[in-house]
């Protein structure tokens, strides 16, 4: 094959490349996916390990999940500000914010967070695991890893992804309040009252945590295959926690249209 024919392949040989890179991740979380629920069918995983878990992913998470929620509600309040000012639509703002907040941006940021933070750390952590043998020395103690490591991890990411963003909603609606009097002029009851005055309903507040509970799973699913599949010592631990990152945002944005096109 000439130099020419070469070079003109080589877009296409890393199209191709990427392509099944793709179905390759796709299909070990797939098969992850699988191995997880035949353990929670059978109530098989470690309780104390999830409790464990349940505190770093989730109490440890609080901090950073508080500030999210409150700049979020004040960014929703600074949005809308123009449009409020120049209608005299005050009593909207709290259905503005609460609309944006509850179905979308809550579960986004709050997902987001919770990757960098969570997904990231599991990954390490498994990957470490992996290289330093911990792995093979659990399973020469015939100590199933996916029972004792995986299992209590998927329940406490996705756990924690709920939990967060039910707490950030409450904070993120409490930030918009406030930031609404202080920007606006709005009084925190005039923000409530357009809040609940029928505009916005349960089926807002499940969509938002539909979307969480979605998140959880992707997020889960990618720091534990990539964490459990880590090769090549120290720098492959890097690569994976890269690689979960990665996938677990783009994961969360084509999912959160997929969820937003299906249950409108």
């Known amino acids: 094959m000439s130099p020419s024919s070469s070079s003109t392949l080589t877009p296409f040989a890393a199209l191709g490349g990427f392509f099944l890179s793709t179905a390759e991740n796709v299909g070990g979380m797939g098969g992850m ?3 997880i629920v035949t353990r929670l069918v059978r109530l098989n995983f470690d309780a104390s390990e999830l409790l464990r878990n349940l505190y770093k992913m989730g109490v440890k998470s609080l901090p950073i999940v508080v500030v999210t929620a409150l700049f979020t509600g004040g960014i929703m309040v600074i949005q809308a500000a123009p449009i409020v000012q120049r209608y005299g639509a005050q009593g909207l703002l709290g259905w503005g ?3 944006g907040t509850l179905r979308e941006i809550g579960p986004l940021l709050t997902a987001l967070m919770i990757s ?9 952590e498994l990957g470490t695991m992996v290289v330093t043998e911990q792995i093979d020395a659990l399973r020469a103690l015939a100590i199933d890893p996916i029972n004792f490591l995986i299992v209590p991890r998927f329940i406490g990411i996705v756990t924690t992804l709920f939990l967060s963003t039910v707490f950030a ?14 920007i606006l002029g709005v009084e925190p009851a005039v923000f409530y009252n357009g809040l609940t005055s029928g505009l916005l309903g349960l089926g807002d507040v499940f969509h938002g945590l539909i979307k969480s509970v979605v998140f959880g799973v992707v997020i889960a699913l990618a720091s534990c295959q990539f964490g459990i599949a880590t090769s ?3 720098p ?15 994961g969360i944005f084509v999912l959160d249209y997929l969820v937003s096109f299906a249950i409108g």
């Open 33 to 35: 996916l699988g191995r």
């Open 97 to 99: 914010a609460g609309f």
């Open 116 to 124: 960098g933070r969570v997904g990231a750390n599991n990954t390490a």
């Open 169 to 182: 909603d409450v904070l993120a609606l409490g930030g918009a309040a406030y930031a609404g009097y202080g």
């Open 232 to 234: 090549g010592g120290a």
């Open 236 to 250: 492959g631990v890097g690569r994976a926690v890269n690689a979960t990152v990665v996938v677990s945002a783009a």
